[in-house]
């Protein structure tokens, strides 16, 4: 079982009202099936799709009240050997996968002053790892775009919250395993990989904690408290900052 499939069935067990959505319809249905969810099919690299299929469910379900935006490759190798199409298929997935989806639920959100935004980085969103340079840039562009969203959205009410999974025992890891280059795998081979289950109630305690970075393991845990000593001692002055324009751009437009 994948990330999204194990955080969709601890979230129909904790009492919420869940939607899927894959592009692999036959996979999609029996995981939504077995978890108790609704469902729609749809690629995430596609925006007007994405965006259709996730206001399908929004009519049928109720609008969302928090979006994980789990949808993920993984193509490792070499960064001399692998082709420019798999950096463009990671990019078109990782990352503007989640621009689409945040997208298409985020003005309801503001709207509603309510709302909680997941997304799905790596440890390797905290730290580059041989054979992962395309994979990893995706990780780490999220990391950047939740950081600079949060003083857009939150003081709307909107909480934006990054997971770091780390190795993660999944379908995708195992393929991803298949093509791994030997530098990556002896990097991998050294962590012994969690379940998706374990990701799966981190995401819950979390979302619950309201917490912004969510990690599983003590290693991610302590990479992200280094990565995240300079931004925290930033936030109260590009805090001000920006309410003073906010407040700056009103009056200004009170006088004119």
């Known amino acids: 079982m994948g990330i999204g499939a194990a955080i969709a069935r601890a ?32 690629d995430v690299s596609d925006g007007p799709g994405l965006a259709a299929a996730i206001a399908g469910l929004e009519a049928a379900g109720g609008p969302a009240d928090v979006l994980v935006c789990s949808a993920g490759v993984s193509l490792p190798g070499l960064f001399v050997d692998a082709p420019l199409e798999e950096f463009e298929q990671q990019m078109a997935v990782n990352y503007l996968g989640t621009v689409h989806a945040i997208r298409a639920v985020l003005p309801g959100m503001l709207a509603r002053r309510r709302g909680h935004l997941v997304l799905v980085s790596s440890t390797a969103g ?10 990893a840039a995706t990780k780490f562009a999220l990391v950047g775009m939740a950081s600079s969203l949060r003083y857009e959205v939150e003081p709307s009410g909107v909480r934006v919250s990054v997971l770091h999974p780390p190795d993660t025992q999944t379908p995708g ?28 109630a981190a995401v819950i305690e979390g979302v619950r904690k309201r917490r912004a970075r969510i990690t599983v393991d003590p290693m991610t845990r302590a990479l992200g408290f280094g990565a995240s000593l300079l931004e925290p001692l930033a936030r109260p002055w590009l ?11 009103v009056e200004g437009s009170e006088r004119g």
């Open 239 to 249: 805090a001000r900052t920006i309410r003073r324009s906010r407040r700056s751009r």
């Open 173 to 200: 890891f195992d393929a991803e395993n298949r093509r791994k280059p030997r530098e990556t795998a002896a990097v991998s081979g050294t962590i012994t990989p969690v379940s998706a289950d374990t990701v799966a």
């Open 11 to 42: 979230a129909v067990e904790a009492g919420a009202t869940v939607s899927l959505i894959a592009r692999d319809e036959a996979t999609l249905r029996h995981t939504a099936d077995a978890v108790g969810a609704r469902w729609a099919s749809a």
């Open 126 to 135: 905290l730290v580059g790892v041989v054979g992962l340079s395309g994979y």
